[in-house]
């Protein structure tokens, strides 16, 4: 007799490195308070990415426990991207959720996010965030709006500033099968995140939305890619190329879509070189000029929206290649924040890049990807 092999409705690849702190919250998050049901149906794969700390260890002794929990170890460390990769190469569920291992869900997400595959059977689902600093002030996302009142499943074409909600693997859960067609997988770099979101939904016929906070963004954790200044920020430029390089070729004839993608890769490289916390003083003229030549580069024949306001006008600068001028807004703009009187915070914060952000609006800067 031939015993069929039941695979999970729900693999979630956690790469791990160098989080000892904050692992055991990131795990349990995931597995803790499932009924039977729902355990059965949820597989966890940790890829230990070679991290110089003791989670490998701990990696360890949390699977021998739980048996829905299984380890990749890596011989050297390749990178969140590559790390992602080998976790997905591993995964039996018919969906697959990427989780960075120092964030973590609160309570319900995961019964929650397999309800709402069971019911709709998406090809991509997305899921709302907080971002939680660590003096524990908590934000919402200027895009979550883009998420409410999406009932069922849509297209991309019907609900086309989804493209504009955050681009990142991880407020995703995507049908493993869907991933297969479309061959898509993690670059090696920083901002590894860019080639792989935006794909997701342009190719997706089923997009659902689970209008929940399912997911806690942990803010400017030491070592995180968004509070460290290095060269490697310039790893930005070779993900947009493959990006536009992927919609040239699944894509040639959607003039729309460029112009949207172009508009968003100019706001982020924006926020990327005028954050202190990635962009050393040294870079910020170098990393200017490349966006300046991508912009040539990518600019659509039939030009594109501009946002409004600052915005804009620093979309224009980009275009002249005029870094003296940009350099002085920027100047302008710090002191006219540091002479502002200050005001009482709002209970909910707003903060996102303007990347993910609907075109013509303004706020305020992330601080992580």
């Given at each position: ?8 409705l729900?693999?979630?690849v ?27 149906d ?6 230990d990415?070679?991290?110089?700390d003791r ?5 360890r ?9 299984r380890?990749v170890?890596?011989?050297h460390?390749?990178?969140l ?7 997905l ?7 697959v ?29 997305l ?9 524990g ?16 499943c849509?297209r991309?074409a019907e609900?086309p500033?989804?493209l ?6 991880w407020n995703k859960v995507?049908?493993r ?11 090696p770099?920083?901002?590894?995140d ?20 399912c ?15 290095s060269d ?7 993900q ?6 992927w ?17 968003l ?10 954050n ?8 910020r ?6 966006v300046?030549r991508?912009?040539?580069r990518y ?11 600052v915005?804009?006008?620093k979309?224009r600068?980009?275009a ?8 002085m807004?920027?100047?302008a703009?710090r002191?006219?924040?540091r002479l ?30």
């Amino acid at each position: 007799m031939v015993t069929e092999t039941r695979h999970p409705l729900l693999s979630v690849v956690v790469p791990v490195h160098g989080v000892e702190a904050h692992l055991h919250q990131c795990l349990d998050s995931i597995l803790d308070g499932l009924d039977a049901a729902d355990a059965a149906d949820v597989e966890l794969v940790a890829v230990d990415d070679a991290s110089p700390d003791r989670c490998g260890e701990l990696l360890r002794a949390y699977a021998a426990s739980r048996p829905a929990v299984r380890v990749v170890t890596l011989p050297h460390n390749v990178g969140l991207g590559l790390a992602r990769n080998a976790g997905l190469d591993e995964a039996t569920g018919r969906y697959v959720w990427f989780v960075d291992s120092d964030d973590w869900l609160p309570p319900g997400s995961v019964p929650a996010v397999l309800a709402r595959l069971r019911a709709d059977r998406p090809d991509v689902l997305l899921l709302d965030h907080l971002r939680v600093h660590h003096d524990g002030r908590i934000e919402e996302d200027a895009s979550s709006p883009l998420l409410r009142g999406v009932d069922g499943c849509v297209r991309l074409a019907e609900r086309p500033e989804l493209l504009r909600v955050q681009h990142t693997a991880w407020n995703k859960v995507v049908r493993r099968a869907f991933l297969t067609e479309l061959g898509l997988r993690f670059f090696p770099g920083w901002y590894e995140d860019i080639p792989f979101s935006h794909p997701l939904l342009i190719a997706a016929e089923r997009i659902a939305v689970l209008d929940r906070i399912c997911y806690r963004y942990r803010q400017g954790r030491p070592g995180a890619i968004t509070s460290t200044r290095s060269d490697r920020h310039f790893d930005a430029f070779d993900q947009y190329d493959r990006l536009f390089g992927w919609l040239s070729a699944a894509r040639p004839d959607e003039a729309g879509l460029r112009a949207e993608l172009f508009a968003l890769m100019v706001s982020h490289l924006l926020v990327v070189v005028g954050n202190d916390h990635r962009m050393p003083a040294d870079l910020r003229r170098p990393f200017f000029r490349r966006v300046a030549r991508h912009y040539r580069r990518y600019r659509p024949a039939g030009g594109y929206h501009r946002p409004g306001g600052v915005g804009g006008l620093k979309h224009r600068l980009v275009a002249a290649n005029s870094y003296p001028a940009y350099w002085m807004l920027r100047a302008a703009h710090r002191i006219a924040g540091r002479l502002r009187p200050a005001r009482p915070a709002p209970a909910a914060a707003v903060s996102v890049e303007p990347a993910a952000m609907p075109a013509g609006q303004s706020g305020a800067l992330a601080v992580r990807r």
